[in-house]
């Protein structure tokens, strides 16, 4: 089987970006303010997708640790698929601004992407897959940039629950592997903190295994 070179990867999601990315949503609270969301890969062999970005209120949950995944967000992180998880939130009165990162990020890149918010949806949330595994991924929930320092935080490598983690390269999207859309059939079925890569099948741990965190997440106010 062809594996799907990092470059073939990065230009499919870039150019699913471009299609998919919407606009703010016409809410406003009296004006919005520009925030620059950064991501750091602290892994050493996984890629990170895209990062999908929302600016939302209090009231919206991008997922819960021991709860299903939802299927936008399991479709992230299987997939890194972004447009079902924007066709599920992007009518959310509680949603902003959804915004998607113009290329995937590679072990040791950053990427910051700019996105709106105002005084009622002050929060923002986000996440991408690692793309060598089934549905891994790493987020944020609720970080604010109310402070001159802004927010940050350290992203453990979550787990959607919605895949079992066999480490097959047939049900696997990113290099070496390149087969996206192939569910393993089977999952432990909530969200959880993922384990990594052990081996046991196609994967080999020294290239793709991590110990967390696997991302380091800032925001802060565009200046």
């Known amino acids: 089987m062809q594996a799907l070179p990092a470059t073939r990867l990065a230009a499919l999601t870039t150019a699913a970006v471009l299609l998919l990315a919407p606009a703010a949503q016409a809410q406003s609270d009296g004006g919005s303010t520009t925030l620059e969301v950064t991501i750091t890969n602290l ?16 009231n919206f949950q991008l997922f819960a640790l021991g709860a299903p995944a939802s299927p936008g967000l399991a479709a992230l992180a299987e997939d890194a698929e972004t447009a079902p998880l924007i066709d599920e939130i992007d009518d959310d009165p509680s949603v902003f601004d959804i915004q998607v990162g113009g290329d995937v990020i590679l072990p040791g890149a950053t990427m910051t992407i700019e996105i709106e918010a105002t005084s009622q949806f002050r929060y923002v949330s986000l996440a991408g897959i690692l793309v060598t595994t089934h549905d891994p991924f790493f987020a944020a929930r609720g970080l604010r940039a109310s ?48 384990s990594g890569i052990h081996g046991i099948a196609s994967l080999a741990p020294a290239e793709f295994d991590w110990r967390n965190p696997v991302a380091f997440v800032s925001v802060q106010r565009a200046n």
């Open 43 to 58: 892994t050493p062999g996984q890629i990170i997708s895209p990062p999908l970005v929302v600016t939302h209120d209090a």
């Open 147 to 194: 402070t001159p320092g802004g927010a940050t935080v350290l992203s453990p490598g979550y787990d959607a629950g919605s895949e079992e983690n066999n480490e097959d390269c047939a049900f696997i999207p990113g290099p070496p592997c390149g087969n996206a859309g192939v569910g393993t059939g089977s999952s432990e079925g909530f969200v959880h903190i993922n």
